[in-house]
């Protein structure tokens, strides 16, 4: 257990709509990253938020949106759905700051989207 | 941009054998994880590398920094060991470039 939580675990909907993924990262962990794997695209790196800030911003699309509230705790919002965001979306977090050597990632379990 | 390349990308192991995965970079590497993706999907660390050698029981990895690549080791593979294995590398926001992932079996 990475001490990284996702919620849920499963969802299915339809095109066109909106849902929200949701995360928790480690105790003290401040940084929490979202990750995206796909068939054809592999695991991409989506945002990273630190502290409630966004610090890095990867292939994410515009109909994607995050952020990262004060208990640190953070929400992946995916709307006007399309078949190909279906996908595993996992989160992960840690410690060091931006700037740092090091930063070792732990993930979460992950969410996995069907898109229909 | 940053590439990552794995090699195999499958491999077929009979339990017991030995096997050695591989990771190179287009560029230097200044942090490096190892990742084990179950058949369930959940990624497991297995080494945080950025340089030198660490060993876990029956796995081991090695990352030469200056010359661009690491290595996985997995001694008397069991069926558990099957899954994907991924590298990464950081970027410069911390954020992690995985390669392709190498695919393997075991069978019994």
């Known amino acids: 257990d990475s001490g990284v939580t996702q919620t849920p675990k499963h969802l299915i909907t339809a095109t066109g709509q909106r849902v929200t993924l949701r995360c928790s990262p480690r105790?003290?962990?401040?940084?929490v990253y979202w990750y995206q794997q796909s068939l054809d695209q592999g695991l991409q790196f989506l945002i990273q938020?630190?502290?409630?800030?966004?610090?890095a911003k990867g292939n994410i699309l515009e109909r994607f949106s995050a952020q990262q509230f004060p208990d640190l705790h953070s929400e992946l919002n995916l709307s006007s759905l399309e078949l190909g965001d279906s996908a595993l979306y996992f989160c992960?977090?840690?410690?060091?700051?931006?700037?740092?050597?090091?930063?070792?990632?732990?993930f979460g379990p992950g969410t996995r989207l069907t898109v229909t | 941009g940053i590439q990552v390349e794995q090699s195999p990308p499958d491999l077929i192991l009979q339990e017991g054998a030995n096997s050695t995965l591989r990771c190179n970079f287009s560029?230097?590497?200044?942090?490096l994880q190892w990742f084990h993706q179950n058949p369930w999907g959940q990624l497991i660390n297995l080494f945080y590398?950025?340089?030198g050698t660490k060993q876990n029981g029956r796995l081991s990895a090695t990352t030469v920094a200056t010359e661009r690549y690491s290595l996985l080791y997995i001694s008397s593979s069991q069926t558990t060991d099957s899954g994907v294995y991924f590298c990464?590398?950081?970027?410069?926001?911390?954020?992690?470039?995985f390669g392709t992932g190498t695919s393997l079996t075991v069978i019994p």
């Open positions: 105790s003290g962990d401040l940084s």
């Open positions: 938020y630190y502290n409630g800030e966004e610090r």
């Open positions: 590398i950025p340089s």
């Open positions: 560029d230097s590497v200044n942090n």
């Open positions: 992960a977090s840690s410690l060091r700051p931006v700037g740092q050597d090091t930063g070792e990632q732990y």
């Open positions: 990464a590398r950081r970027g410069t926001g911390n954020q992690f470039y």
